[in-house]
C-alpha cells in the first residue's frame, strides 16, 4: 500500500518562530488533508489539498502531486498550535492514509 | 459549520464486554468510516461503509467488529468480546462524496481493564 511520510518527527520552537512541515507520500493520490491533533485528541481538519496552495490565516499549505510531496507552513507561532500534525492520502478507493505525525511544541 | 458527533467521549469496560460506539454523522454525507488510534501511534483505518454496506475492511477489523446504520442517523461500531488491546481512540468519519474531505467527530476514548 500507500506509504506516508512525515518530516520532522518532533519540533521544538519558541512562540513566534515559523515553522515548515513535510509530508512525503509514495503513489499518485486523489486528495491530501491536514489535521491538527490538540492536546484532547480531537482531529481538527486544516486543509483539504490535493494540489497547489491554500491559506488560512497563519496557516499554509501546498501541495505538488507530481512530485508527491506536502508542505504545511505556520506562521508566527503560538502555544496553541501544540499539538501532532497529521498529513492522510486518499489513493484510488476511498480510506484514508496517515502519516505518523510531527510533534509540534510551541514554548512561551 | 457542520460536525460529526460521536458518545460516548470517554467508556471504560471490562475485558470480555461488549461496547457500542456511536456516531452521527452530517446529514447528507453518504460516506461514513471508523478509524481508530491506540496511543502515541497513527491514525488507523478500520472501515469504510456506503449504500448501506461495507466496502472496504482493514486486518483489524475481525469478526469481533461489525457496522450498523440502524435509522439512516446513526452509525454505530460494536465491538463484541473486548480485548486489552482494543484500548484506543476511535473515530468516526464521514464524507459528502468521493472528490471531497472527510470530516472527523471528536472521538471516543476507549479503555478496556
Known amino acids: 500500500g500507500i506509504q506516508v511520510e512525515q518530516s520532522p518527527p518532533d519540533l521544538i520552537l519558541q512562540e513566534g518562530a515559523n515553522s515548515t512541515l513535510r509530508c512525503n507520500f509514495s503513489?499518485?493520490?486523489?486528495?491530501l488533508q491536514w489535521f491538527h491533533q490538540n492536546p484532547w485528541g480531537q482531529l481538527i481538519n486544516l486543509f483539504y489539498i490535493p494540489s497547489g496552495t491554500k491559506q488560512n490565516g497563519r496557516l499554509s499549505a501546498t501541495t505538488v502531486a507530481t512530485e508527491r510531496y506536502s508542505l504545511l507552513y505556520i506562521s508566527s507561532s503560538q502555544t496553541t498550535d501544540s499539538g501532532v500534525y497529521f498529513c492522510?492520502?486518499?489513493?484510488?478507493?476511498?480510506?484514508?492514509?496517515f502519516g505518523q505525525g510531527t510533534r509540534l511544541t510551541i514554548n512561551p | 459549520e457542520p460536525e460529526v458527533t460521536q458518545t460516548p467521549s470517554h467508556q471504560v469496560t471490562q475485558m470480555g464486554q461488549e461496547v457500542i460506539l456511536r456516531c452521527v454523522p452530517i446529514s447528507n454525507h453518504l460516506y461514513f468510516y471508523w478509524y481508530r488510534q491506540i496511543l502515541g501511534q497513527k491514525v488507523e483505518f478500520l472501515v469504510s461503509f456506503y449504500n448501506n454496506e461495507i466496502s472496504e475492511k482493514s486486518e483489524i477489523f475481525d469478526d469481533q467488529f461489525s457496522v450498523e446504520r440502524p435509522d439512516g442517523s446513526n452509525f454505530t461500531l460494536k465491538i463484541r468480546s473486548t480485548k486489552l488491546e482494543d484500548s484506543a481512540m476511535y473515530f468516526c468519519?464521514?464524507?459528502?462524496?468521493?472528490?471531497?474531505?472527510?470530516?472527523f467527530g471528536s472521538g471516543t476514548r476507549l479503555t478496556v481493564v
Open positions: 503513489d499518485s493520490v486523489n486528495n
Open positions: 492522510a492520502v486518499i489513493q484510488g478507493a476511498q480510506k484514508l492514509v
Open positions: 468519519a464521514s464524507r459528502s462524496g468521493a472528490g471531497y474531505g472527510y470530516t
